[in-house]
């Protein structure tokens, strides 16, 4: 069988825990090795790690006598990695049932495949049911799957549903420090520039814990934030393992388009529904700008430019605006958007249609 190190970086999750080693030491089909990495919790994360220590051989547990963070905790544990196949698993998320055989399957029968991923759930407290029978694997060569990234500005992969190969992982090395919000979409973006990228349809590979204290919504929250982590993701991987594709500034290029055309979008729901703590829709303007000077002159840009001079209209026109900015997030939401949600459900890719 097919070895899994599965590392579990905690820190102050100890009321998770348990619940998140036991996903995988519940694993079948494969032998899983699991690494808890403590960043030195003032919770009782040690007390819950002694305890599981006791009760499985399958796990060691390192912690830290000082806080270092969740990028250079992870990095510790790649440099440990054993075995055939490689998991990132934060504490607080959990592996389905037959997660690890099904996308070291593909692998096994697929050498070329570096990293393998699936439908995440997410969900708060109570676990929904997951489907567990895989109806197909796609696989895409890795610069195809980085172009369908870079076309959508978007990253595809949450987490805790990749399965890395770890010859591959060994040779990337570690992430990044200088992206704390990003590393991920960095780190995916360079295994698929030196491997092909697999996903299994049909089964959900993991649960992700969506809550107020994740960092997603705390350290690491706004969408021009996010943006802009994404860019600097893109930027970073076509300076390294990416440096070598082909087509690589065609690539950055059409990455930047991307972006731009999502901050503009979001930029004008902004113009018609202003959200508290959010950048103001002239800072996503300027930052799509900065990423695509051509955007100046599409149809869109001149409509946001209208739309932040809306207190200059009468009150008519602003009427005739508001109402236009409903029919056209009725479209997104409930047209394009669906669409383009079922589209990646089925398929893990997110290419959505450019419209404004």
């Given at each position: 069988?097919?070895t899994?190190?599965?590392l579990?970086?905690c ?11 036991q ?11 699991v ?7 003032s919770d ?13 051989p399958?796990?060691?547990?390192i912690?830290?006598a ?12 790649i440099?440990?990695?054993r075995?055939?196949?490689f ?5 607080d998320?959990?592996l ?17 495949v ?25 696989i895409?060569?890795g610069?195809?799957?980085?172009r369908h990234v870079c076309?959508s ?12 190969r ?5 040779r ?9 919000h ?19 349809h049909g ?8 809550h ?7 350290i690491?929250?706004?969408?021009l ?32 388009r ?14 018609d529904?202003?959200?508290?703590n ?23 840009y001149r ?20 109402q236009s900015?409903r029919?056209r997030?009725?479209a997104e ?11 990646a ?12």
């Amino acid at each position: 069988m097919a070895t899994v190190q599965v590392l579990v970086p905690c820190y102050n999750y100890a009321r998770y825990l348990e619940q998140c080693v036991q996903s995988v030491l519940d694993q079948e089909g494969v032998d899983v090795d699991v690494l808890v990495i403590d960043d030195c919790s003032s919770d009782n994360t040690p007390e819950v790690c002694a305890a599981l220590m006791r009760r499985d051989p399958r796990i060691r547990v390192i912690r830290h006598a000082t806080n270092k963070g969740h990028i250079a905790t992870y990095n510790e544990g790649i440099a440990q990695i054993r075995g055939d196949y490689f998991v990132l698993l934060s504490a607080d998320d959990l592996l389905t049932p037959g997660a690890l055989s099904r996308a070291t399957a593909l692998m096994e029968a697929n050498p070329h495949v570096g990293m393998t991923y699936g439908q995440p759930i997410s969900f708060t407290d109570v676990l929904p049911p997951a489907r567990t029978g895989a109806s197909s694997t796609s696989i895409w060569s890795g610069d195809k799957w980085i172009r369908h990234v870079c076309r959508s500005g978007k990253n595809f992969v949450v987490c805790p549903e990749a399965v890395v190969r770890a010859d591959v992982q060994r040779r990337i090395g570690g992430y990044s420090a200088d992206l704390p919000h990003s590393a991920d979409m960095e780190m995916w973006l360079r295994i698929a520039a030196i491997s092909d990228i697999g996903r299994v349809h049909g089964a959900d590979q993991a649960y992700y814990r969506v809550h107020v204290l994740s960092m997603q919504r705390t350290i690491h929250a706004g969408v021009l934030f996010d943006l802009d982590g994404r860019h600097k993701a893109f930027e970073a991987a076509f300076a390294k393992e990416g440096a070598a594709l082909p087509d690589r500034d065609e690539l950055s290029a059409l990455a930047r388009r991307s972006l731009a055309i999502l901050a503009l979008r979001h930029a004008r729901r902004l113009c018609d529904f202003p959200a508290e703590n959010d950048a103001s829709p002239a800072k996503y303007r300027e930052f799509a700008a900065s990423l695509w000077p051509g955007i100046i002159a599409t149809s869109g840009y001149r409509a946001l430019v209208a739309d932040e001079r809306r207190h200059e209209r009468s009150p008519l026109q602003a009427a005739l605006a508001r109402q236009s900015a409903r029919l056209r997030l009725f479209a997104e939401r409930e047209i394009f958007h669906r669409f383009d949600w079922h589209w990646a459900r089925y398929t893990g890719i997110h290419v959505p249609r450019f419209y404004f």
